[in-house]
């Protein structure tokens, strides 16, 4: 079993940064493929970007792409998402989430086949 706990949402202004965490605990070994989800108000959960745990293959959802920075430190157990020029569309919860295997990046994690959640972090962006 994995853990996944989320941080470093909050509040902020449009042009602004943020910098989330996801720590994972627990039975964590083999290969995995590593996603941050999001999900706005009256909207479904939508992919945004992934990671191979192991090799360090990303994809990137397009809205986010030159945005946002996915990447992870494998002695920390951490997952990080580097957000950049935030946005109003931004503005969801997001979730970590892991899926056992490997993963190549050539194209979007669905949230379907993902093992572990998070409860989520709250990122609201003011206009």
């Known amino acids: 079993q994995v853990q996944l706990v989320e941080s470093g949402g909050g509040l902020v202004q449009a042009g602004d940064s943020l910098r989330l965490s996801c720590a994972a605990s627990?039975?964590?070994?083999?290969?995995?493929?590593m996603g941050w989800f999001r999900q706005a108000p009256g909207k479904e959960r939508e992919f945004v970007a992934a990671i191979d745990w192991n090799a360090g293959f990303t994809n990137y959802a397009d809205s986010v792409k030159d945005r946002f920075t996915i990447s992870r430190d494998n002695v920390k157990n951490t997952v990080y998402l580097q957000m950049n020029s935030l946005n109003f569309e931004d503005t969801a919860v997001y979730y970590c989430?892991?899926?056992?295997?490997?993963?190549?990046?050539?194209?979007?994690?669905?949230?379907?086949?993902?093992?572990?959640w998070g409860k989520g972090t709250l990122v609201t962006v003011s206009s």
């Open positions: 989430a892991a899926a056992h295997g490997s993963y190549y990046g050539l194209g979007p994690l669905d949230s379907k086949v993902m093992d572990y």
């Open positions: 627990g039975r964590i070994f083999g290969r995995y493929a």
